[in-house]
């Protein structure tokens, strides 16, 4: 060890005497040529040590005794030029502007500019490449091939690091200054501009989003690749992201907006609008809304309610608008299932099944399904199953309105059907068991016994890629319906869970989320993945019914008001924040929805919020009604205080 030591010692110094000895040229071709030979660590040892000699205050002090070198555009000086410019005192100072390096013409085009001050100091060290002979020995070059060969074949890491230094060392300023500009245009040197445009989103698809987006602020052609859609469409199919577009976004906005809807999802944070269900919901008791529907290609949602109506609602920026009411069921509606985009179907207490037609507002056909109440329907293309007080499931065609199969074997009323891909229809009962059936054949595949408990009625199921959700008391269980195996139990509830809804994501079986509503008046969601619960309150009674979106959670109640909880829409602000709004006189309240006349029904925020202008205007029209001076001195006295209406804030739960 002591040998090697002594050895580099003595090669450190040939080093120092040949940097000596040799001329200008000789100590330009070793550099560059030593430069070329540096890995990425000893590249950025050399851009750290060299770094202040592009900075702007080294060039403003070295104007008075060496050279008028300009500065060099970094990303970081970028960003101090914008600061900058941005600032109050950005006209009172001289700001030079940066060399932007992207090949060696830029940097011979700066030394040409200065040629006649650089061949004074440096004794035409840098003059341009083009016009630049080579002087070099056949003595330089070897001693520079040995130099090399000792840096790539003997020396250590440290060693080389050590030798880097003494170079810097015996070097000059302009020779300092020469290898800022050779180092700088190697380190943002702009790769993606020059290679093939396949070639440049193949590199960009392997970074994170946000390093993409940090990269396309770099240059004009940076952001031109980074922003395209094609770049970010890899990104959306690894988010997950469908690939329908009904808004025509662009893929980076499309992500971005998918992005904030996961996280939502995550954290719980959601944009609540209340619909009351009609005008005299408040006072009329027996009124209950029984069940909800919505469709996505329409945007409308259906409401059965127990005086047997159904409403149908328009989603809107505000909420939902009631656009129709249906009469025909003389007793309560179960439920209802969208068949097409204005054809709904619907169940009831009166043991019917009706079909309507929404344009005209009328049903189109009645069918006399059962001898009891139907509870249940499920809509599977051209056939319904429904289920019944008598205890059957039955399978109906739409277009005849034929009984097509029958499945018997529960021993008590069917509450809830679904069903499992092509083949198999399931059903819940009060008889505490989920069978499965044969769809064609109509025989009961598997019966699961999903409680011991009483009661135990299988009130509501969900089945989603293999597996089965079933609603009992107060729990939630989760079973493989090939094996009838409990996968998951899920229990958070107070009260009975009445309703609900699972989604299990492609390909995986414990990564989803399960929505529940009971009568507890809350709704929960589960994330199965981790076993985080979210709890969403406001509903003051029952939580009869709920449809789960890829961005809302939509809800019904015994209380009559419809509930929509949006967690997607970047320009609507979570029902955590509030919305700063300027009223007359000067005066600011918080509110977080905006008034909309467009909704049929009030909720009962904006009632409160209606009222509290009433109480604005009212002390508005006394201030008035008063002399000059009153109104003056009001005026002040109300400039000097608070404001003398006390601020609103509505709590969304």
């Known amino acids: 060890m002591q040998r090697k030591a002594v050895k580099f010692k003595d090669q450190n110094n040939v080093v120092k005497e040949c940097l000596e000895q040799w001329n200008n040229e000789c100590r330009r071709v070793f550099i560059e040529r030593l430069l070329s030979k540096c890995n990425g660590a000893q590249l950025e040892f050399l851009f750290s040590v060299t770094e202040p000699l592009h900075h702007r205050g080294f060039i403003y002090s070295a104007q008075h005794h060496l050279v008028s070198c300009p500065p060099i555009s970094t990303p970081s000086s970028r960003h101090e030029a914008l600061l900058f410019s941005l600032s109050n005192v950005a006209d009172k100072f001289y700001r030079p502007k940066s060399a932007v390096l992207k090949s060696k013409d830029d940097i011979d085009e700066i030394i040409n500019e200065n040629s006649s001050i650089y061949s004074v100091f440096s004794g035409g060290l840098f003059k341009s490449s083009k016009s630049r002979k080579t002087n070099v020995s056949k003595k330089c070059q070897k001693e520079i091939q040995q130099i090399l060969e000792w840096y790539e074949g003997e020396w250590t890491d440290s060693q080389k690091m050590d030798v880097l230094y003494e170079v810097l060392c015996k070097l000059s300023v302009h020779e300092l200054y020469n290898t800022t500009l050779i180092l700088n245009l190697r380190r943002y040197r702009d ?8 070639l440049a989103l ?12 940090n990269a396309s602020e770099t240059c004009k052609s940076w952001f031109e690749v980074c922003t395209s859609d094609t770049t970010w469409s890899v990104k959306c199919s690894q988010l997950g992201v469908p690939p329908n577009n009904p808004e025509s976004l662009s893929q980076l906005d499309l992500f971005k907006n998918n992005v904030l809807l996961l996280s939502n999802w995550k954290e719980g944070i959601c944009r609540v609008h209340c619909i009351a269900g009609s005008p005299h919901s ?33 989603l809107s920026k505000s909420g939902a608008a009631l656009t129709s009411t249906l009469f025909s069921h003389a007793k309560s509606v179960w439920r209802v299932e969208w068949y097409k985009a204005n054809c709904l179907i619907s169940c009831s207490s009166d043991g019917t099944i009706k079909i309507w037609n929404i344009k005209k507002g009328m049903c189109q056909k009645s069918i006399e399904a059962h001898e009891g109440k139907v509870w249940t329907i499920k809509c599977d293309g ?54 499965v059936w044969d769809r064609i054949s109509g025989d009961c595949v598997r019966s699961i016994w999903v409680t011991h408990t009483s009661p135990g009625w299988i009130m509501s199921m969900s ?63 589960w994330e199965l993945e981790n076993g985080k619960l979210h709890k969403l309150e406001g509903h003051k009674d029952t939580v009869s019914d709920i449809v789960r979106t890829s961005d809302r959670i939509i809800s019904v109640s015994a209380d009559t008001s419809l509930r929509i909880w949006k967690f997607g829409s970047p320009n609507i602000p979570s029902y955590r924040r509030k919305t700063l709004v300027t009223g007359g006189m000067g005066q600011h309240f918080l509110y977080e929805y905006q008034y909309n006349e467009a909704v049929s029904y009030e909720s009962e925020e904006t009632i409160l919020y209606k009222k509290h202008l009433a109480k604005r205007r009212r002390q508005r029209e006394m201030s008035e009604s008063g002399n000059s001076r009153q109104v003056m001195s009001s005026l002040s006295d109300m400039s000097s205080l608070a404001s003398p209406i006390t601020p609103v804030e509505i709590s969304t739960h």
């Open 202 to 213: 193949k590199i960009l698809s392997y970074l994170t989003p946000k390093d993409i987006l």
């Open 463 to 525: 089945v989603s890629q293999g597996r089965v959700a079933c609603a009992h008391n107060d729990k939630v269980s989760v079973f493989h319906i090939n094996t009838g195996v409990t996968v998951k139990t899920l229990q958070s509830h107070k009260g009975t869970v009445e309703c609900v809804k699972m989604k299990l994501e492609s390909g995986t079986e414990n990564s989803g989320i399960v929505v529940t509503g009971s009568k507890d008046k809350a709704i929960h969601y």
């Open 382 to 435: 051209d056939v319904i199953f429904s289920g019944s007080d008598d205890k059957l499931v039955k399978c109906w065609e739409i277009k005849r309105c034929e009984q097509v199969q029958t499945y018997a074997g529960h021993n008590g009323s069917v509450f809830c059907v679904d069903i499992s891909g092509p083949d198999l229809v399931l059903s819940g009962s009060a008889d505490k068991t989920v069978r």
């Open 282 to 314: 408040l006072t009329d008791k027996t009124e209950k809304i029984r069940c909800v529907a919505y469709d996505a290609r329409t945007g409308k949602i259906a409401t059965g309610l127990s005086t047997g109506e159904i409403r149908i609602w328009t």
């Open 191 to 198: 790769f993606i501009s020059k290679l093939p445009h396949n």
